[in-house]
């Protein structure tokens, strides 16, 4: 384990990545307060344990923190209230330029506000240069309904992304809130590792874009809080993009 030098007050994540090293992250409350709290609460509680980053692009992101290791996972309210338990290194496995993570709904599944000023929240000012933490969200501003977009505003849960590159079209539409401060080197060894394929829709159905073929694997993730307890985050239910599309078909039935 690589020895962090890096000093703060505010709390500091260190994100040890199997084979590749430590990336050490200054998380920022006053930007993004529950947002903050939720990846301290998961990250602490060993949520992040044996996860994967399962989505690198050059020169925009590398995305993880998926348990279902494919974008479409979210944490559960399990997660947020039960420590796992403590494992060693060793036993750690793992079983577009939008940032997205559309998901189904489980019961037990919450998603937290979306801090960022499209969704009304003015204070996040943190911009996506290199470097910034941030969080993945549902992404339905293709589907053409101003109140489909909507819902995706308030969709992160648990996948997180970090930037290689400036990318001002994320501005005010993502909750950064972080930055790396330590391990730029470890995130652009990630980023470039080789994929599945570049293509959106690739002719064989079992390849996935931009998924690495040998995924990076989270060793760990823990957050020094200097002593600071965050609390619990607020959460919601998570949208049903299905039953929501459901409903909209059969309320047009009706109608016609």
């Given at each position: 384990?690589?020895?962090?030098?890096?000093?703060?007050?505010n709390?500091?994540?260190t994100?040890?990545?199997?084979?590749?090293?430590?990336?050490?992250?200054?998380?920022?409350?006053e930007?993004?307060?529950?947002?903050?709290?939720?990846?301290?609460?998961?990250?602490?509680?060993?949520?992040?344990?044996?996860?994967?980053?399962?989505?690198?692009?050059p020169?925009?992101?590398?995305?993880?923190?998926?348990?279902?290791?494919?974008?479409?996972?979210?944490?559960?309210?399990?997660?947020?209230?039960?420590?796992?338990?403590?494992?060693?290194?060793?036993?750690?496995?793992?079983?577009?330029?939008?940032?997205?993570?559309?998901?189904?709904?489980?019961t037990?599944?919450?998603?937290?506000?979306?801090?960022?000023?499209?969704?009304?929240?003015?204070?996040?000012?943190?911009?996506?240069?290199?470097?910034?933490i941030?969080?993945?969200?549902?992404?339905?501003?293709?589907?053409?309904?101003?109140?489909?977009?909507?819902?995706?505003?308030d969709?992160?849960?648990?996948q997180?992304?970090?930037t290689?590159?400036?990318?001002?079209?994320?501005?005010?539409?993502?909750a950064?809130?972080?930055?790396?401060?330590?391990?730029?080197?470890?995130?652009?060894?990630?980023?470039?590792?080789?994929?599945?394929?570049?293509?959106?829709?690739?002719?064989?159905?079992?390849?996935?874009?931009?998924?690495?073929?040998n995924?990076?694997?989270?060793?760990?993730?823990?957050?020094?809080?200097?002593?600071?307890?965050?609390?619990?985050?607020?959460?919601?239910?998570?949208?049903?993009?299905?039953?929501?599309?459901?409903?909209?078909?059969?309320?047009?039935?009706?109608?016609?």
């Amino acid at each position: 384990v690589k020895k962090t030098t890096y000093k703060s007050e505010n709390p500091v994540a260190t994100i040890e990545v199997q084979d590749y090293g430590t990336i050490i992250v200054e998380l920022y409350p006053e930007y993004a307060p529950n947002t903050v709290t939720n990846f301290i609460k998961l990250a602490n509680n060993g949520f992040y344990d044996g996860l994967i980053f399962h989505r690198t692009i050059p020169d925009f992101m590398i995305q993880g923190g998926d348990p279902k290791a494919d974008g479409t996972g979210n944490a559960s309210i399990t997660d947020l209230n039960n420590r796992k338990e403590e494992t060693t290194a060793e036993n750690n496995t793992t079983d577009e330029q939008n940032i997205t993570s559309t998901s189904t709904t489980k019961t037990d599944e919450y998603v937290i506000p979306g801090e960022f000023i499209l969704n009304g929240y003015t204070k996040n000012t943190l911009k996506h240069r290199r470097g910034i933490i941030s969080m993945a969200r549902g992404d339905y501003s293709t589907m053409g309904s101003s109140t489909l977009v909507k819902k995706g505003y308030d969709s992160a849960s648990c996948q997180f992304f970090i930037t290689t590159k400036t990318s001002t079209n994320l501005d005010g539409a993502y909750a950064s809130f972080g930055e790396v401060k330590e391990g730029m080197d470890v995130v652009d060894k990630i980023v470039n590792v080789e994929v599945e394929t570049r293509e959106t829709n690739p002719e064989d159905e079992s390849l996935t874009a931009d998924r690495p073929v040998n995924p990076p694997v989270i060793k760990s993730i823990r957050v020094d809080t200097k002593g600071v307890d965050y609390g619990m985050p607020e959460t919601l239910e998570p949208f049903d993009y299905n039953s929501y599309m459901m409903q909209q078909y059969y309320s047009s039935q009706s109608q016609s």
